[in-house]
Nanobody
Framework: QVQLVESGGGLVQPGGSLRLSCAAS????????MSWYRQAPGKQRELVAT?????NYADSVKGRFTISRDNAKNTLYLQMDSLKPEDTAVYYC???????????WGQGTQVTVSS
């Protein structure tokens, strides 16, 4: 299987920046897409960004967040700039695998944007 471990969350002031990391291990070659999701209290989990051949972003983060990956390090990143209080959520790394029925989630990392 695939294991995902997020890191980099924390407390930041509005307008600040954070970079989240997701280290992947296991059957890495089976992954065809990776994404960042987030979930705030009382809200549904939402897709933030996806990277496959290209990248895609939610309208709410477009122009502020950048998803990237370092294949040599088996690591996914989410660079978050110009953070807003509404970005506060638990951020989850996700991987979709060619293995039928296989999707993987990290444990999540808390991002809090507050003054």
């Amino acid at each position: 299987q695939v294991q995902l471990v997020e890191s980099g969350g924390g407390l930041v002031q509005p307008g600040g920046s954070l970079r989240l990391s997701c280290a992947a291990s296991g059957r890495i070659s089976s992954i065809y897409a990776m994404s960042w999701y987030r979930q705030a209290p009382g809200k549904q989990r939402e897709l933030v960004a996806t990277i496959t051949t290209g990248t895609n972003y939610a309208d709410s983060v477009k122009g502020r967040f950048t998803i990237s990956r370092d294949n040599a390090k088996n690591t996914l990143y989410l660079q978050m700039d110009s953070l807003k209080p509404e970005d506060t959520a638990v951020y989850y790394c996700n991987a979709d695998s060619y293995v039928v029925g296989s999707t993987y989630w990290g444990q999540g990392t808390q991002v809090t944007v507050s003054s």
